[in-house]
């Protein structure tokens, strides 16, 4: 089966990159401060989905994105001809914008550039390698039958509060992100996809939880989980640390290892 | 190599449990709901631990409490004759954690000990039998440890030559998140850490509310694994309370919380 990878991401910018995390929210970070964090943190999840080797590995942009700042910010990327092309969505809701991602993918299934689209958000540190080769493991299992058919099936990886940063499915699932992330009867993201998997009868799998950081408090959880994984890595192939966002957090002040790394 | 699982829990008491989820402290359930829950959640958490590698479980509980409550919970579970009790002689939380590690590491000579909660009805036997393999295979002294949603510690594996004081890392006033805390022990003493999966465990609403859809998503992946352990007795509880969750549309809508319709 044939994998490719959509990282989603805004442009970053000041004010609009996880303001939530800013002063002007109530938050501890100026607002330059919040989009240099999503910055490391982008920065980390594009390496993680790289090294995965799982397949090629795509940005989606919002349409009222700069570009050039976008196209000077891959410069500091040293995988950056690993990426291979950047979609900028059409300016709709989240929602639609992951049906365009996954769109730019399947190429309603002519000449599609994959079997599977794996959507990942830009703020997920945390994420390791690991978790896109379980994903594509997943998927093959659910999705693939032994002489190389594609069926459907929908793997996801939950964040700490019922949302998900993680989405794969195949180009034959019969599933869009119509009410996912948006709906009118505030059914949680992992309802929603539960839901939708059941109503499709679409074979799902979830696998391990990959933690975002959108509120002060997803910030304070950071500064364990990325000690965890800095000093963990160093004794097993399959972890990788967010050095960027360790070394962000390390310059703020808050994050301090007892002895170097 | 051999292993054993320590389940730390209180006899569960109305208005001593889980009282983060109660009315009086803002939360959506009686003292006796909360109690019911946490008693549930520990079964369902035992019946998981019988399927992963350990072959003996001591449920770690405070010793004042009513011991033969706790009979009975173990009693509900698939596996009584794997559990026995521990009763702690009382302290604060890091004192009665290092005395039935000691205690426990005597009893059991030799074998790696897993630790854990009984508030993790998520657990699945797969994530702890992984963790304490690579554990296993280290060079000893070697610590895993599987973190929860929130920045603490949901499993802890040590191999039989650790020596760590969880006095030290929850006794002390102040002190940082448990996951911090045990990785800054582990790093001055030059343990290595192996990283496991992700372990909610239920403190509060939001991570109750987080546990309804995780059931959920749960219960749909185990149609297509059978390998999946589903935490029945909570997933009772839950549809005789009617509890569901719901994400409200707001500036905080990256929280989710419970909504009772009972």
């Known amino acids: 089966m044939k994998h490719a990878v959509v990282v989603f991401t805004k442009v970053p910018k000041d004010g609009t990159s996880k303001s939530r995390l800013s002063d002007a929210f109530g938050g501890n970070l100026t607002v330059t401060e919040a989009r240099e964090f999503y910055e490391a943190s982008l920065l980390d999840t594009m390496e993680a989905c790289v090294e995965s080797n799982i397949g090629e590995v795509y940005l989606c942009c919002n349409k009222i994105g700069d570009r050039q700042y976008m196209d000077e910010f891959l410069n500091r990327f040293p995988y950056r001809d690993k990426i291979a092309g950047v979609f900028w969505d059409k300016g709709e809701n989240f929602d639609h914008s992951m049906d365009y991602a996954a769109e730019c993918i399947f190429k309603n299934g002519n000449d599609r550039l994959a079997d599977s689209v794996i959507i990942v958000s830009g703020d997920i540190p945390f994420l390791i390698p690991k978790h896109l080769k379980d994903t594509g493991c997943e998927l093959e299992r659910l999705g693939q039958k032994p002489d190389g058919t594609i069926t459907p099936a929908l793997v996801e990886s939950p964040c700490q509060e019922a949302g998900s940063n993680l989405l794969g499915y195949t180009y034959n699932t019969p599933f869009n992100f119509g009410g996912v992330f948006y709906n009118m009867e505030f059914t949680t993201t992992l309802d929603m996809l539960a839901a939708k998997a059941e109503k499709e009868n679409i074979p799902f799998a979830a696998i391990d939880m990959v933690p975002d950081v959108d509120l002060p408090q997803d910030l304070d959880a950071t500064i364990p989980l990325l000690k965890a994984l800095g000093y963990a890595a160093k004794f097993d192939d399959e972890i990788k640390a967010p050095r960027r966002t360790i070394a962000y957090m390390e310059k703020l002040g808050l994050l301090k290892f007892p002895c170097p790394l | ?262």
């Open chain 2, 1 to 262: 190599m051999e292993s054993v699982i320590l389940l730390f829990s209180e006899v569960p008491e109305p208005g001593r449990t889980r009282s983060a989820l109660t009315y009086a402290q803002g939360g959506i359930l009686s003292d006796k709901q909360a109690a019911n829950f946490y008693r549930r959640s520990l079964i369902d958490t035992l019946n998981a631990c019988s399927k992963m590698t350990p072959t003996k479980i001591y449920i770690c509980c405070n010793g004042d409490g009513d011991l033969e409550k706790m009979q009975k919970i173990i009693d509900a579970t698939v596996c009584p004759d794997k559990i026995e009790i521990y009763g702690d002689h009382g302290g604060k939380f890091g004192e009665c954690v290092d005395e039935c590690v000691k205690a426990i590491k005597d009893k059991e000579e030799g074998k790696l000990l897993v630790l854990l909660s009984g508030d993790l009805p998520l657990i699945q036997p797969h994530i702890v039998d992984n963790i304490l393999a690579k554990t296993s295979l280290a060079r000893f002294p070697a610590l895993g440890v599987c973190p929860s949603q929130s920045g603490a510690t949901s499993v802890i594996v040590m191999s039989p030559d650790a020596e760590l004081s969880y006095s030290d890392m929850f006794d002390k006033p102040n002190h940082n998140r448990s996951l911090e805390e045990f990785i800054d022990s582990a790093m001055v003493k030059g343990y290595p850490i192996y990283l496991g999966e992700t372990v909610p465990d239920v403190d509060n609403v939001v991570d109750m509310a987080s546990m309804i859809s995780l059931i959920n998503a749960l219960k749909m992946a185990a149609k297509s694994d059978n390998s999946l352990v589903l935490p029945i007795k909570v997933i009772e509880y839950l549809n005789k309370l009617g509890l569901t969750a719901t994400a409200p549309s707001s500036k905080t809508d990256d929280e989710v919380c419970a909504d009772c319709s009972y």
